[in-house]
């Protein structure tokens, strides 16, 4: 099992997805994520028992994702439940709306949260043909 997934979490399988694709880009296309994102993200995911779990995606120096709070500063702090996470990064809820109905909340760099759009639809498997 990965060191980012949890138990009672269905968010970490997500992130752990993100992690694997974050680690099979090229050091091209990971510096150019790097370059185009800058930011260091931490969530703040509660799950439907109540318990709370961290996790950190780096895209300012290493492109890393990890499990526990951000090493130095977080830019950005984002705080809500994992269903809502769940329903981010598959698609099915916009990040927007999640922010203007409180189902997501952010402590720093606010604007810094919109570049996470197109970081969690790395792990989206992507159609063949």
Same mark, same amino acid.
């Given at each position: 099992? =990965? $060191?980012?997934?949890?138990?009672?979490f269905?968010s =970490?399988e997500?992130l752990d997805?993100?992690?694997?694709?974050? =680690?099979?880009?090229? $050091?091209?296309e990971?510096?150019?994520?790097?370059?185009?994102? &800058?930011g260091v993200?931490?969530?703040q +995911?509660k &799950?439907?028992?109540?318990?709370?779990?961290n996790?950190t +995606?780096d895209l300012?120096?290493?492109? @890393?994702?990890?499990?526990g709070?951000?090493k130095g500063?977080?830019?950005?702090? +984002? +705080? !809500?439940s $994992?269903?809502?996470? *769940?329903?981010?990064?598959?698609g099915k809820l $916009?990040g927007?709306?999640a922010?203007? @109905?409180g189902? %997501?909340k952010t402590k720093? &760099?606010?604007m !810094?949260? @919109?570049?996470l759009?197109? *970081?969690l639809? @790395?792990a989206?498997p992507?159609?063949? %043909?």
């Amino acid at each position: 099992m =990965s $060191d980012l997934k949890v138990d009672g979490f269905k968010s =970490s399988e997500h992130l752990d997805a993100i992690a694997k694709a974050v =680690s099979c880009m090229s $050091d091209a296309e990971k510096q150019a994520q790097i370059k185009k994102v &800058n930011g260091v993200f931490q969530f703040q +995911i509660k &799950n439907a028992e109540g318990k709370e779990e961290n996790w950190t +995606i780096d895209l300012k120096k290493e492109g @890393t994702i990890y499990k526990g709070p951000a090493k130095g500063k977080a830019d950005v702090t +984002i +705080i !809500l439940s $994992d269903e809502t996470f *769940v329903q981010l990064a598959e698609g099915k809820l $916009d990040g927007q709306k999640a922010f203007m @109905t409180g189902k %997501l909340k952010t402590k720093g &760099n606010m604007m !810094l949260a @919109t570049k996470l759009g197109p *970081v969690l639809a @790395t792990a989206k498997p992507k159609a063949k %043909l």
